[in-house]
């Protein structure tokens, strides 16, 4: 299997918008999160759409809502006001359950910190969302072996996630982020915990992916990996005030 099976996108969608399909849309978008003591505006009414096959970056100082708007695209979170379109249903007000359905088919995460679970082998954590869409044990074998061989990790496929290396856990983690072939990938601060060569390396494999037909997200500090993108956009306290395409993908 190659690059090219793994991130070829599962499902289809119409309504074409500029140069392709919209992959997601958002009106407006507003959250606030409470607390007893105070009120935190996070995101204060985003419009962004972002289409199929496209690689866009999120920058903006901390705490402006990049996590926050990442988890929302990501159907982990519900806005508390405004409209999130996915794969042209408006989601924003699914219930969990919802949300997790089409979450699982859908969309892969990679995060700054791994999150591997400790107690599962490198295997058994790159097996557990094809588990949870219910492939059979054979189908998942096979499929997970091609994941881990195309990213280099095969070798450590019985060890446990403390035992890698930071760049190792990392092409872990992006395993299990692909395994499903989802048509979605959100990734926060992917090379934040990562020396430069493993940085690179992460990147390099995400412009694979991305350029074999998998939409990508990326909240990222380093202007350096925002090169890789196709299009930055800046936030600020919860707004958008910026949008940067690069010369060459502008249509
Ligand atoms: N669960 C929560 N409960 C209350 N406030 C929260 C919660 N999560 C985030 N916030 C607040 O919402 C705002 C946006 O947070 P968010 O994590 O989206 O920022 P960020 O841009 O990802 O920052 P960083 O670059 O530091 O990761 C911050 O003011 C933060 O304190
Ligand atoms: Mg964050």
Not at 160 to 178: D, I, T, Y
């Amino acid at each position: 299997m190659t690059l090219d099976d793994m991130a070829n996108p599962g499902k289809k969608i119409s309504s074409p918008a500029g140069n392709g399909s919209t992959m997601l849309h958002t009106v407006n978008l507003r959250k606030i999160y409470t607390t007893e003591e105070v009120e935190t505006t996070a995101l204060d009414g985003v419009n962004i759409e972002i289409n199929e096959k496209e690689f866009v970056a999120i920058m903006g100082p901390s705490g402006c809502g990049k996590s926050t708007l990442l988890n929302i695209f990501g159907l982990l979170d519900n806005p508390s006001g405004g409209e999130y379109h996915f794969l042209n249903e408006e989601v924003s007000k699914y219930t969990e359950r919802q949300r997790a359905k089409m979450r699982k088919a859908n969309i892969g995460f990679v995060f700054q910190s791994f999150n591997l679970i400790d107690e599962l082998t490198v295997f058994e954590n790159v097996e557990l969302p094809l588990l949870y869409l219910g492939v059979s044990p054979a189908e998942r074998k096979k499929t997970v072996e091609e994941v881990l061989e195309r990213m280099q990790i095969m070798h450590r496929k019985d060890h446990f996630p403390q035992q890698l290396s930071g760049g190792q856990q990392q092409r872990v983690a992006v395993s299990r982020a692909v395994v499903a072939k989802p048509a979605l990938i959100l990734a926060d601060e992917p090379t934040g915990n990562l020396d430069s060569a493993n940085g690179e390396e992460v990147m390099n494999i995400l412009t694979q992916l991305n350029e074999a037909g998998t939409t990508i997200v990326m909240v990222t500090h380093s202007p350096h990996d925002s090169e890789f993108a196709h299009r930055t956009i800046h936030l600020f306290d919860g707004h958008v005030v910026t949008e940067n395409y690069k010369e060459k993908f502008h249509v």
